[in-house]
């Protein structure tokens, strides 16, 4: 059984139809990346896989589970960790606090241990020297390395990234996506939404193209990059791809 399962999901803003009957399965331990232009629903199913956002019609299953009869929302999100464009960690919290506070409220782990994982966690990403900083004193590269501590502290099965550079400034995009790379051999199933095409070519073990709201095609990163099938896709990848 594959660890995401997702067939034929639909989901509507109002009038406006973003997710048009979209499937694929995600084994475990697989690194899969989403691509493709703005506006074609990719942070949408990610949204959705994390019960952001309810879809319509369709189903997803994640570890088993039907999405739409989860009983325990809190369980559910100790195994799905996710990182946002826009960081979200707590202005209120140092950076130490923000990577233990959800250990010590979800998975009921003790203040000391919690402390030990977070700090295990900021040394990976490289902020261990700033846990008595708050999120306003740190670089956009800072603060996503803290959030990706954060989400690791979970010990999630399955990690989700909305985009995770595409509010840092150029010289910081480098530092976050080695952080990535770093988690890519640690066994976890990862779901990746990114413009950054070298990166996801590099880390992937398969690449989904999103046009429109369907998967317009889907591969391996030699397939789609080196011989796209579908003409959407070798439009996208002409403008995108660095010569």
Do not use: W
């Not at 900083?133 to 502290?153: C, D, E, F, M």
């Amino acid at each position: 059984m594959s660890i995401i399962e997702i067939k034929d999901v639909k989901k509507n803003f109002h009038n406006l139809e973003v997710l048009k009957g979209v499937s694929f399965n995600v084994e475990k331990g697989e690194v899969v990346s989403i691509i493709g232009p703005s506006g074609g629903g990719k942070s949408t199913l990610l949204r959705c896989l994390n019960c952001l956002e309810t879809y319509d019609s369709g189903s997803i299953k994640v570890i088993g589970e039907d999405l739409k009869e989860i009983k325990d929302m809190n369980s559910f999100r100790q195994k799905v960790g996710m990182v946002f464009q826009q960081f979200n960690l707590f202005a209120n919290m140092n950076v130490l606090n923000n990577c233990i506070f959800a250990q010590t409220k979800a998975l009921k782990r003790n203040k000391d241990e919690a402390k030990k994982i977070a700090l295990e966690n900021l040394q990976k990403v490289g902020m261990e020297k700033f846990i008595n900083a708050y999120p306003n004193t740190l670089s956009g590269g800072q603060k996503q390395r803290v959030a990706i501590a954060r989400a690791i502290s979970m010990n999630p099965e399955i990690l989700l990234f909305d985009e995770p550079t595409s509010a840092l400034d150029p010289e910081m995009v480098e530092e976050v996506l080695n952080v990535i790379r770093s988690l890519v051999n640690k066994g976890l199933t990862m779901i990746i939404v990114s413009h950054e095409i070298d990166f996801v070519r590099d880390i992937s073990d398969k690449i989904i193209f999103m046009d429109d709201g369907i998967v317009a095609e889907s591969g391996s990163p030699k397939e789609i990059f080196t011989n796209p099938k579908n003409e959407r896709t070798k439009v996208f990848l002409r403008k995108v791809i660095r010569n």
